[in-house]
C-alpha cells in the first residue's frame, strides 16, 4: 500500500512539475529553479550524511556538472536535456574516484579531503583557461538555451526524481546498511556487508545528483565561472537544508530547502543588499539546529504528533 | 641561478614561519579535544580586526597589541567552547563540524556587517621594509619578524605542554581521555582550556597577519584550508608534525611559484593536492599517532 501510495504521490508531483511553470508568473520560475537546484544538492548531501559521510565538497559536483555541460554544450551544441547524461556520468566517477581513494578515511578526514578535492578543482577551473576560460567564465550558447519554462520543468522533474530515489533507497533493503555504516563501519564488514562497495555506490550516486544541479544553473544563468561554479555557498547550504529540515530523513531535505530558501528571500527583501545577512542567518541555522533541534523541523513534526520519539535521527545531545 | 635556488630557500622559510602560526592553533585544539575547528580561520580574521582597530584608532603597533588581542582571543575562544561544543561533546562527529562550520559563518558574516567587505590593512614601518641579503636576495622585514614570533611561540607552547602541571595534564588528556579523568584530571576543563589557548594563538596570529595580508572578513577561508592541509601533513596531534607541514607546504608553495610558468596561481592548489596525496598515502600524516578513524 505505501509502495502505492508512494507511485502516485511522485506521478502527481510530476504532472505538476510539467504543468505548473505554464501557469505561475516569471517570477516564479526562477525562484522554483532555484528551489529544485537546492533540493538536488540536499538530497543528495543527505544521502551520503545517511551512509555516515559528510561531505564539504559539493560544490565540486556541482561545478563539474556545470562546467562539463557547458563546455560540451559549446563544444558539440548537444542540447540541453542531453548534455545532462555526460555531466552525471562525469559526477559519477569522480564521486566513485573519490570514495574508492579516501577509502580509508572517516568522518572528520573524508570531510577535510572532500573540501581539498573540491576546491583544488575550482583552482584547475582556474588556470586552464584554454579549456575553461579561466577567471573569465564560459558563456553558454544562446541559441541553443532552452526558453524558461522547459527549463523550469525539467528541473523540477528532477527534483522529484531525486527525491524518489532517495525514497526508494530508505525502501530498500540498502538503507539498514548504509544506516549501519553511519554507526560502526567495521561492524557493519563484520556482518558481511562490504562497505566499501556501498560507499562507493552512495558517492557516486551522490555525485551525479548534484551534477545535475550544477547543470541546471549553467544552463539556467548562461553563465559560468570558477568562483562561482565551485562556490563555498553551494557546499553550505547543501548541509544546511537537510539539517534544518531533519538529517537522514527523505522529506527534510526538501522541507529544508523551502525553508532555507524563503528565509533567504525574506532577509532579501528585508535587507536589501546582499551583504552577510543572509549567510549569517545560515550559520545561525546551522549553529542552533546542531544545539536545540538536531533532528530538524521533521522531528519537531513527528513529535508533535507521536509523543513517542521514533528513530531518533543524531542521537540526543549529551547533558 | 644558485642565488634563485637561496632566494626559494630564503623565501619557504619565511613562508613556513607564517603557516605555523596559522596551524598551530588549530593543531592544539584538535590533539586535546579532538574535534576540528572549522572556524579557526575566522578566529584569526578577529585578531587581525582587533590589531588594525588598534593600530587606527589608538596608535598601538600590532606587535605589542598582539598580547592584548591574544588574550581577548583566549576568553573568546573559552566562552566559544562553553557555549557551545561543551554541549554537544558526545555527540557524533557530523554534528560537531557543522557545528563549527556554522559557528565560521556566523563570525564571517557578523564581520562582513559590521565592517564591509573593504581591504584593510596596518602598516607598520616595519611592514614595507625589505633587506638584501646580496643583490638578488631579498628578506621581508614582516615575514621575518613573523619567523621570529612563531619560533617563539612553538617553543613556549612546547615549553608549556613539556614541564607545567597543566601542560602535562593537556598532553595526558590528548593521549588517553579515560585514563586521564581516572587520574584525577577534569577533562572538560582541559578541552576549555586548550580551545581558549588555540583561539588566542589564533587571534594573535591574526594580529601578525594585520600586516602581511590584506584584512578582510574573508581572510579567514583561505587560512583554515591551508591551515587543514598543514596539520594533516604533519600529523594531527603533534605539535612538531605541524611545523615540519608548515615549512612542508611552504618549500612546495614557493618552488611551484618560482618554477613553474604562472606558478603563482598554480601555488594556490598545491595545498590541496597535496592535501588529498598525504590523506590517500599516510592518513596519520608525518608525526601523528591519530588513526583515521578519529
Known sequence: MIAVRGWIIILGSLVVALVAPHFLPPGFSDWLTRLSTLILVAASWNMMANAGLISLGHSGFWGLGAYSAALLANAFHIPFWLSIVPAMLLGAFFGACLAYITGRLRGLFFAIATLATSEALRVVALMVPKLTGGAEGVFVFDQIRPDRITMTSFSLCLAVATVATSYFLSRSRYQYALRAMRDSESAVQMLGVNPARFRIGVTALSGAIASCAGVITAWFTGYIDPGSAFDLKITISAQIAPLFGGLYTVTGPVVGSIAILALSELTRLYFNYSGGVGLLVYGCILVFGVLMMPSGLVGLWKRRRKPVVTDAAVPARAK | ?294
Open chain 2, 1 to 294: 641561478m644558485a642565488s634563485l635556488i637561496f632566494q626559494i630557500v630564503v623565501d619557504s622559510l619565511l613562508l613556513g614561519g607564517v603557516y605555523t602560526l596559522m596551524a598551530v592553533g588549530l593543531s592544539l585544539a584538535f590533539g586535546v579535544t579532538r574535534i576540528i575547528n572549522f572556524a579557526h580561520g575566522d578566529i584569526v580574521m578577529y585578531g587581525a580586526y582587533a590589531a588594525f582597530f588598534a593600530f587606527v584608532s589608538l596608535n598601538i603597533d600590532p606587535l605589542l597589541s598582539l598580547l592584548f588581542v591574544a588574550i581577548l582571543g583566549a576568553i573568546g575562544g573559552y566562552l566559544l567552547f562553553k557555549l557551545t561544543l561543551d554541549r554537544i561533546l558526545d555527540a557524533p562527529g557530523i554534528n560537531q563540524v557543522l557545528l563549527t562550520f556554522g559557528l565560521g559563518l556566523v563570525l564571517q558574516n557578523v564581520a562582513v556587517i559590521l565592517w564591509t567587505g573593504d581591504e584593510r590593512s596596518t602598516t607598520p614601518s616595519y611592514a614595507f621594509d625589505s633587506w638584501f641579503l646580496s643583490d638578488d636576495i631579498v628578506v621581508a622585514k614582516g615575514r621575518l619578524i613573523a619567523f621570529g614570533l612563531a619560533v617563539a611561540f612553538v617553543v613556549l607552547l612546547l615549553a608549556w605542554l613539556r614541564w607545567s602541571e597543566l601542560g602535562r595534564a593537556t598532553r595526558a588528556v590528548s593521549q588517553n581521555r579515560a585514563a586521564a579523568s581516572l587520574m584525577g584530571i577534569n577533562v572538560r576543563a582541559m578541552y576549555a582550556l586548550s580551545f581558549g589557548l588555540s583561539s588566542s594563538f589564533g587571534t594573535a596570529t591574526g594580529a601578525i597577519m594585520s600586516f602581511l595580508l590584506p584584512i578582510t572578513p574573508f581572510m579567514g577561508f583561505p587560512i583554515l584550508v591551508k591551515a587543514f592541509a598543514i596539520i594533516i601533513l604533519g600529523g594531527l596531534d603533534s605539535i612538531v608534525g605541524t611545523v615540519i607541514g608548515a615549512f612542508l607546504l611552504a618549500t612546495a608553495e614557493t618552488t611551484i611559484a618560482y618554477v613553474v610558468p604562472q606558478g603563482i596561481g598554480w601555488a594556490e592548489g598545491v595545498a590541496f593536492f597535496l592535501l588529498v596525496i598525504v590523506l590517500i598515502v599516510r592518513p596519520t600524516g608525518i608525526l601523528g599517532t591519530v588513526g583515521r578513524d578519529a
